[in-house]
């Protein structure tokens, strides 16, 4: 088999990619082929739901909707991770009242108006008196009064209501102790890594560590697995370690629902655009994540201000925005899908989204003339006003640099890598394509330019500007730059 192009079925194809949540409402093959079609570029399974049983037969699903269409659509783990929370409440929710005081053990029973469990054996160690806790999403308020330090915290209602049972706890002003990885985390990685996800999403990322120790341990459960790692960041803590996680993550999630009860509000859009900005300029894909389109979920239309805050992700530059609850649980996935296609395909007319003026910082590293290659293709096809940017790659590198520069010219990767071709369909206008012929660079190349001609993407007399390493046949890193015409 020498090339596999089969684009065709896909309805529109934005730059900005979509992640879309599976669950009840989502998992059939009719279901994932409909937002499949809408524009749906990586499905997100959310280990925090589901039986493994299920998930296997989702994922052969997906597998079968990428055949069918000749899509790649990804597959992303989302790791629960050290998500805090209480136990069963009496009667299924009890009323607590501002000023009153509430007792959270560590020992397993069911809770009362005032006495509860808290899943965290290590609570009354690590907490401080008068640092916050925050239940059910910041609804319930509570101070810290005392700790006993083995078994037992006592804190005062500063904002009651109904405090229900199982809801996640946040304390935004405590350093936990908690490992970044569960041990059931480390059981639902395993299981990702034989299924062979695309990418994992490791949650309540703390420091650039959790990074290392992840791939690490995925390193050690398999090490030909090329799962790449997303760092979700929800946590105070990450903020301030941004700059070390971006090094070591391979992709970003601003997860703004825990993000936006850990710190306060109004500083979310700020973080937002600044994880979005410093992702830009270090080639890592970056995902805007949480409550998007969420009126969805009930309704066949979303509000204006969600509009305006998917088009703002878009303008900010994120490379994908995603959908929780509204595709997971809602009452009509592909619509949510395809209204969000909608928007980002408005909102990529605007020219301003383009060409970040950012040459590569200079390095004596091994990425050092491919970064330059990679930077002045982009510049090449702006001042040609080219159609597209080419490239040949077996690591995905040169994809994810040119990507980064956010070119007007589309960005066509060819790879005889099937995991990486998975993999870039999170990236921000990078199309992949399957290709495995190996002659010489000028027959590569114009057999490209054919088979893109051939499918509409390009047309006669479009400057195209190529990317590849030469000889071809070493697999090395891109060292070469060609400006041609579609004849």
């Not at 006993?148 to 002003?173: C, F, M, R, Y």
């Not at 899908?337 to 395909?345: D, F, H, L, P, R």
């Not at 921000?428 to 000028?442: H, L």
């Not at 479009?462 to 070469?480: C, H, Q, R, W, Y």
């Amino acid at each position: 088999m020498s090339t596999q192009i089969q684009e065709s079925e896909r309805i529109q194809f934005n730059r900005t990619k979509i992640v879309a949540t599976l669950g009840p409402a989502s998992s059939t093959p009719e279901m994932l082929e409909e937002m499949a079609r809408a524009g749906a570029d990586v499905f997100r399974i959310n280990f925090s739901h589901g039986k493994y049983d299920d998930v296997i037969t989702v994922v052969k699903h997906i597998r079968e909707v990428n055949r069918k269409l000749g899509t790649h659509i990804s597959i992303l783990g989302d790791l629960q991770g050290p998500k805090l929370r209480i136990g069963v409440v009496e009667n299924n929710g009890v009323e607590i009242k501002e000023g009153q005081i509430l007792t959270f053990t560590t020992h397993e029973m069911t809770g009362t108006a005032e006495k509860v469990y808290i899943t965290y054996p290590q609570f009354p160690k690590d907490v401080k008196v008068d640092e916050n806790i925050l239940i059910d999403d910041g609804k319930l308020v509570l101070r810290v009064v005392s700790t006993n330090k083995t078994d037992e915290v006592q804190a005062q209602v500063v904002h009651g209501g109904i405090l229900s049972s199982k809801k996640g706890v946040n304390l935004p002003n405590t350093r936990i102790s908690l490992p970044c990885l569960t041990p059931k985390d480390l059981q639902d990685l395993e299981f990702a890594l034989q299924q062979q996800f695309d990418w994992i999403g490791l949650s309540f990322v703390r420091s650039g560590a959790d990074i290392i120790e992840l791939k690490h341990i995925i390193r050690n459960i398999d090490p030909a697995s090329k799962a790449r790692v997303i760092a979700k960041i929800e946590k105070p803590e990450a903020v301030s370690d941004i700059d070390n996680i971006i090094r070591e993550t391979d992709a970003l999630m601003v997860a703004r629902g825990d993000l936006g009860v850990e710190v306060p509000m109004q500083r979310v859009p700020v973080i937002q655009k600044m994880l979005v900005r410093k992702c830009l300029a270090a080639s890592k894909p970056v995902i805007i994540a949480t409550q998007m389109m969420e009126s969805m979920i009930t309704n066949i239309s979303p509000s204006r201000a969600e509009v305006n805050d998917v088009a703002n992700s878009v303008m900010d530059g994120a490379d994908a925005v995603m959908l929780s609850g509204e595709t997971s649980v809602g009452k009509h996935p592909h619509k949510v899908v395809e209204a969000m296609s909608k928007i980002i395909a408005q909102v990529e007319e605007e020219h301003t989204l383009y060409y970040g003026e950012r040459p590569p910082l200079f390095s004596t590293d091994e990425r050092y003339v491919s970064d330059h290659i990679c930077y002045a293709a982009t510049q090449l096809a702006r001042h040609t006003n080219a159609a597209a940017i080419i490239t040949m790659t077996q690591s995905g590198y040169t994809a994810f640099r040119i990507s980064s520069y956010r070119p007007r010219a589309s960005i066509f990767v060819f790879t005889d890598n099937y995991s990486i071709l998975t993999q870039l369909s999170l990236v921000w206008g990078v199309r992949g394509y399957y290709y495995d012929k190996n002659i010489s660079t000028d027959h590569t190349i114009a057999d490209i330019k054919f088979i893109l001609k051939k499918e509409g993407l390009v047309v006669k007399d479009d400057f195209i500007v190529n990317t590849a390493s030469i000889p071809l046949s070493e697999k090395g890193k891109s060292n070469m730059i060609k400006l041609s015409i579609v004849e």
